[in-house]
């Protein structure tokens, strides 16, 4: 199994879109990251965990599931690095390959000392906008592909047909 940790402010702030969006909407972009990563996760089957520094908030930390994806916020004077490395160990064994995705240089090295594969911020934006325009493209085709009816109609039948269903006569 591929287990992807994300380093989450680190990614937001590297990526244009999401650091434009930040500068108005933290919020909203936490939530546009994590769809991404939920569209990431879906493509490529691995397992997706963003991590969020707690920035100083008090409490114990936080976790959730949120579009299949885990999303954690750390407790209380804890940094996301420290969350991923500690994540990086518990996770890592025969079976399963460690990536994490931070554009963080220190970060890259401990955790590729580690055993993890490192993935910069622009490589997860790049396989993101990659797999954004394969689905686009299977959606496409799909959509091409699909007859609008089995049995081919002259436009006027097809017409008359479309009023049954929507229940005009």
Same mark, same amino acid.
């Given at each position: 199994?591929?287990?992807?940790? #994300? ?7 590297? $990526? ?31 397992? #997706?965990?963003?991590? !969020?520094?707690? @920035? ?10 949120? @579009?299949?994806?885990?999303?954690? !916020? ?19 064994? #025969?079976?399963?390959?460690? @990536? ?8 890259? $090295? #401990?955790? !590729? ?47 008359? !047909?479309?009023? $049954? ?5």
């Amino acid at each position: 199994m591929d287990v992807l940790l #994300v380093d989450g402010y680190n990614i937001i702030g590297a $990526w244009p879109k999401l650091r434009e969006l930040k500068q108005n909407d933290l919020s909203a972009a936490r939530d546009l990251l994590i769809e991404k990563m939920a569209e990431y996760k879906a493509y490529s089957g691995y397992r #997706v965990i963003i991590v !969020f520094d707690a @920035h100083l908030v008090k409490g114990i930390e936080k976790k959730k599931k949120n @579009h299949k994806v885990e999303v954690i !916020f750390t407790r209380e004077n804890e940094t996301a690095d420290e969350r991923i490395e500690k994540l990086a160990k518990e996770l890592k064994n #025969v079976r399963t390959q460690i @990536h994490v995705a931070t554009s963080d240089f220190t970060e890259q $090295w #401990v955790i !590729f000392g580690q055993g993890a594969l490192r993935k910069s911020a622009m490589e997860l934006l790049n396989d993101m906008n990659v797999i954004e325009k394969q689905i686009k493209t299977t959606l496409q085709k799909k959509h091409e592909k699909k007859p609008s009816s089995r049995i081919q109609l002259s436009d006027e039948m097809a017409e008359i !047909f479309e009023k $049954w269903r929507r229940g005009d006569r």
